[in-house]
């Protein structure tokens, strides 16, 4: 082999190491990115222009730190977040955060399936609930009937419809000067308006059900490999350590990327021409047509899809975990359905229960402002919960928490905390 071949070969299979340590941290990254959020980052990039990008810099170390503990519980324990909280510490906990847990996911999962259902019908037109409830089902089928393998690999590539609103940052006219200078020179204002986004941001980014997700999944991915939870292999443990490091920090980066596009493209568009009042990713892609183009539009719709179809079965997902492992019932998208009947009816519930609240009278914006308190109630809590178990021996053994993901861990929960203080009481 030449020295250019090799160099080629060696280039080459240091790509494809790279792109297989991407996963579980990746995928949460992308599930992050929800319609939901995509409704939320619209709105501020609306309302107040570029001046909130500062916060996808100001967010992702923590992030990164919360979601790599979460990620270190499920792969050193070997359980996932809900179990661990059942094996050591008292039932009103557990049963507490496990049930604001599902609330929020329901709704979340009822706000994402309507917003799919909703730019589907922008697209093609036709019946927005019935399409709710077809995306809904396929999500299901899929989670239940696809070989996990093959699940975990779909999610990866599903991560690529992001890059649609990278497409429509780039296809607005968008002023890059103005950009970098807010991004890197924040403007804080203490107004009313200005703190309600700011938490809107924060909750969207920092989400609870994406830590039971991330758990969950490095748990999955010991039982595919047949491997023991690093605590009772801790003298070869840096490797897995390491790419979990990578995936997560990867997958947190993915995830601001994106968020700060969809708010640039709002920016440069809606609120270059006026339009500040967005309440839906639907409504978003819909004010976008007669200014940005048709091209840009659909990219947006599609997008909107793209990430539900991301983002629905890991909500459904992170809530069959918790339920599953509080209940002590046999877990895992590893499972075939009938060794885990119970897991795969949670999903299909909960499921269920978010395409309902699509035919109630319910008003999904005040639905989804009250899924964002209940995860801002939950998410400070839990986060301290994560970091008592974090630095518990006797669940993490040799594998604790080093030093750096204490004080990030701990800034999270303390920059969460404040934050839920501030909604509630603004």
């Not at 309507?114 to 093609?124: D, Q, T």
């Not at 179809?309 to 895992?332: D, H, I, K």
Request: charged content about 10%; some cysteine.
């Amino acid at each position: 082999m030449t020295g250019t071949a090799a160099a080629r070969a060696t280039v080459g299979g240091g790509a494809r190491r790279f792109l297989t340590a991407l996963g579980p941290g990746l995928v949460t990254g992308a599930a992050d990115d929800d319609p939901s959020g995509i409704a939320t980052y619209s709105q501020v990039g609306a309302q107040f222009g570029y001046a909130l990008g500062w916060t996808m810099l100001f967010s992702y170390p923590l992030m990164v730190a919360i979601q790599i503990i979460a990620a270190r519980i499920g792969c050193i324990s070997g359980y996932g977040i809900a179990e661990n909280i059942r094996r050591h510490y008292p039932r009103w906990l557990l049963h507490g955060v496990v049930a604001l847990l599902l609330i929020a996911n329901v709704i979340n999962l009822g706000a994402d399936l309507g917003a799919m259902g909703a730019a589907l019908g922008l697209l093609i037109g036709g019946p927005l609930h019935l399409y709710t409830a077809l995306f809904g089902l396929v999500c299901v089928l899929v989670q239940t009937y696809v070989s996990y393998a093959r699940f975990a690999k779909a999610l990866k590539w599903a991560t690529l419809s992001l890059f649609a609103y990278v497409a429509v940052a780039f296809a607005a006219h968008v002023s890059w000067t103005s950009v970098l200078f807010s991004t890197l020179l924040p403007h804080i204002s203490l107004n009313a308006s200005y703190a309600t986004a700011l938490v809107a941001l924060l909750g969207t980014t920092i989400s609870p059900y994406l830590f039971f997700w991330q758990a969950g999944q490095e748990v999955e991915e010991q039982r595919r490999r047949q491997r023991k939870a690093l605590r009772h292999m801790a003298g070869v443990a840096a490797p897995e350590l390491a790419r979990i490091r990578t995936d997560t920090m990867v997958g947190m980066a993915f995830s601001n990327v994106i968020a700060l596009c969809i708010i640039i493209a709002a920016a440069a568009t809606l609120h270059a021409h006026g339009i500040t009042d967005i309440q839906t990713s639907a409504q978003a892609a819909e004010a976008l047509r007669p200014i940005a183009g048709e091209f840009t539009f659909e990219l947006f719709a599609l997008g909107v899809i793209g990430t539900g179809m991301l983002a629905v079965p890991v909500l459904a997902g992170s809530a069959a975990y918790a339920v599953s492992e509080t209940f002590q019932w046999r877990e895992g998208l590893n499972r075939a359905p009938r060794d885990a009947k119970a897991f795969y009816a949670t999903i299909a519930l909960g499921m269920i229960g978010g395409v309902s609240l699509n035919f109630t009278a319910l008003d999904p914006i005040k639905a989804l402002y009250w899924s964002a308190v209940v995860n801002g109630v939950l998410a400070s809590p839990l986060m301290v919960v994560m970091m008592i178990i974090g630095a518990n021996k006797h669940i993490m053994g040799a594998l604790t928490l080093p030093p750096s993901l204490r004080v990030g861990g701990w800034l999270a929960a303390s920059v969460m905390a404040l934050a839920t203080a501030w909604m509630l009481l603004a």
